[in-house]
């Protein structure tokens, strides 16, 4: 069983930055791909980000490509999600996820545990 704890949203404005952190405890983190979705007010849930194991591959959706970055440190079992350049279309429950697959993916099938999700605000 794996837990995971995002923290960091808020409201920010438009042109601002936030870090989103989501702690995991469970199964050893470093055996797991991680990813970041995010589901706005009468939306489907939408991929953002996603890494593999080692953290060496990336991958991120057109949306936020250039303005958000993904990261882990294994050592304290906690992946981030960078976010500048916030836009108000930004606005959602981001949530973190976990998959035993090697490489993350944008399908939201693929992943096998899932937070609580955190609330980021972005006003204009």
């Known amino acids: 069983q794996v837990q995971l704890v995002e923290s960091g949203g808020g409201l920010v404005q438009a042109g601002g930055s936030l870090r989103l952190s989501c702690a995991a405890s469970g199964r050893t983190f470093s055996s797991y791909a991680m990813g970041w979705f995010r589901q706005a007010p009468g939306k489907e849930r939408e991929f953002v980000a996603a890494?593999?194991?080692?953290?060496?591959?990336?991958y991120y959706a057109d949306s936020v490509k250039g303005r958000f970055t993904i990261s882990r440190d294994n050592a304290k079992n906690t992946v981030y999600l960078q976010m500048n350049s916030l836009k108000p279309e930004d606005t959602a429950v981001y949530y973190c996820a976990a998959s035993f697959a090697e490489y993350g993916s944008s399908w939201p099938g693929e992943y096998d545990y899932w937070g609580q999700g955190t609330q980021v605000t972005v006003s204009s």
């Open positions: 890494i593999s194991w080692s953290g060496g591959s990336t």
